[in-house]
Nanobody
Framework: QVRPVESGGGLVQPGGSLRLSCASS????????MGWFRQAPGKTRALVAA????????YYSRSVKGRFTISRDNGENAAYLQMNRLTPEDTAVYFC???????????????????????WGQGTQVTVSS
């Protein structure tokens, strides 16, 4: 079973960039769709970006589209979230999530709902502040 582990969070000034990484301390991500979620103080956890098992299909929330890029490297057993032009509204704990795909017909599908993911990391804090 995969166990996502996030890294790369920290403090950054508005307009800056960060790259989050997600690795598995257990099995491989190669048969999993991946997602990045975030939870800001006082708010519910929400999807930021998602990527299919194939890596060909991606989805972004409206608030990050054009600024964030999700990617994956199945050979390196990792997923990434490149975050550019960060604003204070991006401050949150960011979570990596994985959903195992058992049927190849869903190879290119992305998953947008929190309850569609099986495995979650502990999260990494991103703080955007001057």
């Amino acid at each position: 079973q995969v166990r996502p582990v996030e890294s790369g969070g920290g403090l950054v000034q508005p307009g800056g960039s960060l790259r989050l990484s997600c690795a598995s301390s257990g099995g491989t991500f190669s048969r999993h769709a991946m997602g990045w979620f975030r939870q800001a103080p006082g708010k519910t956890r929400a999807l930021v970006a998602a990527i299919s098992w194939s890596g060909d299909t991606t989805y972004y929330s409206r608030s990050v589209k054009g600024r964030f890029t999700i990617s994956r490297d199945n050979g390196e057993n990792a997923a990434y979230l490149q975050m550019n032009r960060l604003t204070p509204e991006d401050t949150a704990v960011y979570f990596c999530a994985a959903r195992r795909i058992t049927d190849r017909m869903f190879y290119t599908r992305v998953y947008r709902n929190e309850d569609e993911y099986d495995n979650w990391g502990q999260g990494t804090q991103v703080t955007v502040s001057s």
